[in-house]
């Protein structure tokens, strides 16, 4: 079941209703059985899936958190719970990236031609609530949470359907206590929910899916373009993929709002940063403090010494890169923004230095978006090969769009108003770094506000794209 889709227009609704009619002690129940069925949509077979980790999780909890016999060993029970929740998603994600090593081993050691691929489908989501259990494991067995009791309640923390297949990835610390609290209905929240919901969807459907088929033509056959072409793909796919994940977690978090619970920003303006550093804490945010906890730091973080530190960081976004993908290309894309960190840190005085003059500080900005639209290359192009052909043909042909444009039928009016969408997103986020642009337009006259609300539906009814395209992350 996709946000973007009829069924879910239907679904939400009626759980909103179930969930705020039934007495409090039901209520965890019934945003249990939400999601189950949310998730089932897909795959029924797969919720064996969700069903494994959150026993596996939630008995290690109670493992770790008692006073038992087994309570002395709680690294032991801690590494064992870990590894099985990862071989269950190592089996899924990575079992032919795995085999495709295997082979090319054998390959060169004459073992002739032995094909171990095959045929698996991977569930949606398994990355997120895998991350999410592991995270909570973790969270009890450091003490900073005490192991939850309820199953109910825990179940419903591991499956909770705004969030469940494509993030943000929770802490335990904030979104468990808020399934368990008793809530009474807030107006002011479903109303912010609401909104934010909506520019959700805006940036989802009026932007992401109308780029979507031009970054599509180019990178499902890189060979055939060059020059501006490839240079226009990378630069409308940068767009398409924040607006497309950005705009999931809009939706998941004002559709978490509807119930009275809170989820983590994601995305915090990440184009206007100053450094790569800086983005990666404003992109994607869940994920990369995931890795700060409970990868950087158990490794040592920079506390013993800069070499080691470097090595902590290439852990961290070697393993990123190979969270996204079971591909080479999203190691080294991985990888590159670890580098440029490293490099970054080198010459951190005199980038400090820099960003203290606004034409430096636009320097950085314009430096570390570069950074990231070039690594965003290996992201998406279909291997690494591709993404090579890519670098080595930017400006070959650069006078060739007019007839890319013509081919992709992108007619001037089409492009203005591509364009027009665009600098709305980035006056947006630019506003929303110092104030929240929602509560300020909830703040004008209600014909101000409501002309802007009214507006923003038409538009993106207008020009939303045909049929239901996907988001980016449910593959990851």
């Known amino acids: 079941m996709l946000f973007n889709s009829f069924e879910f ?49 939630y008995t290690a909890g109670r493992i770790m ?16 719970a870990v590894i099985l929740c990862l071989l269950i998603l190592g089996y899924f994600k990575y079992f032919n990236f795995l085999a495709e090593i295997l082979m ?10 032995v094909d171990l691929m095959r045929d698996i489908l991977l569930p949606v989501g398994i990355s997120f609530y895998t991350f999410q259990s592991i995270g909570y494991m973790a969270d ?6 005490d192991a939850e009791k309820n199953i109910i309640d825990y179940a419903a923390f591991v499956s909770y359907f705004p969030q469940l297949v494509a993030g943000p990835i929770e802490r335990t610390e ?16 479903a109303s912010y929910g609401m909104k934010l919901m909506v520019w959700g969807f805006y940036k989802k459907l009026v932007i992401a899916d109308v780029m979507a088929p031009y970054v599509n033509c180019i990178y499902n056959n890189v060979h055939a373009h060059s020059g501006f072409d490839l240079i226009l793909g990378i630069i409308l796919h940068t767009v398409q993929i924040y607006c497309d994940f950005s705009g999931y977690s809009d939706i998941a978090r004002g559709c978490s709002s509807l119930f009275g619970i809170k989820l983590m920003k994601n995305f915090d303006s990440p184009f206007f940063s100053k450094s790569v550093s800086e983005l990666w804490r404003r992109w994607h945010i869940s994920l990369t403090s995931w890795f700060r906890d409970y990868v950087y730091i158990p490794l040592g973080g920079s506390r013993k010494g800069a070499l080691r530190k470097d090595i902590n960081l290439l852990i961290a976004f070697f393993l990123s890169g190979l969270w996204h993908g079971n591909s080479w290309h999203f190691v080294l894309w991985g990888t590159v923004h670890g580098l440029a960190q490293i490099v970054e840190s080198r010459f951190k005085k005199p ?7 606004k034409a430096g500080e636009a320097f950085c900005v314009f430096y570390t978006d570069l950074v990231f639209i070039v690594a965003l290359v290996f992201f998406r192009a279909p291997s690494v090969p591709d993404a090579l052909y890519a670098f080595r043909h930017f400006f070959d042909g650069i006078g060739s769009g007019s007839f890319f444009l013509n081919r992709m039928q992108l007619w001037p009016s089409q492009a203005v108003i591509m364009l027009l969408s ?30 802007i609300y009214i507006a923003m539906l038409l538009i993106i009814m207008l020009f939303k794209a045909s049929g239901n395209a996907e988001f980016v992350y449910f593959q990851f």
Not at 37 to 47: G, I, R, T
Not at 66 to 77: C, E, N, Q, T
Request: charged share 25%.
């Open 9 to 57: 227009a239907i679904f939400l609704p009626i759980v909103f209703a179930l969930y705020w009619l039934v007495p409090d002690r039901y209520r965890n129940p019934v945003l249990l059985g939400a999601s189950w069925y949310f998730y089932m949509s897909w795959n029924a077979k797969y919720l064996g899936l969700i069903l494994c980790c959150t026993v596996i999780s």
């Open 65 to 80: 958190d008692s006073d038992g016999a087994l309570s002395k060993h709680r690294k032991a029970v801690l590494t064992t």
């Open 104 to 113: 090319h081993i054998m390959g060169l050691f004459g073992a002739g031609e």
């Open 140 to 145: 009890v067995y450091k003490g900073r949470v």
């Open 174 to 189: 904030n979104l468990l206590p808020q399934i368990k609290d008793r809530k009474k209905f807030d107006y002011d929240d």
């Open 351 to 357: 980038l400090d230095k820099l960003r203290k003059s």
């Open 422 to 451: 665009v600098v709305l997103l980035f006056v947006f986020d630019a506003v929303n770094m110092k104030k929240d642009v929602i509560e300020l337009i909830g703040k004008k006259k209600p014909l101000v506000r409501y002309s």
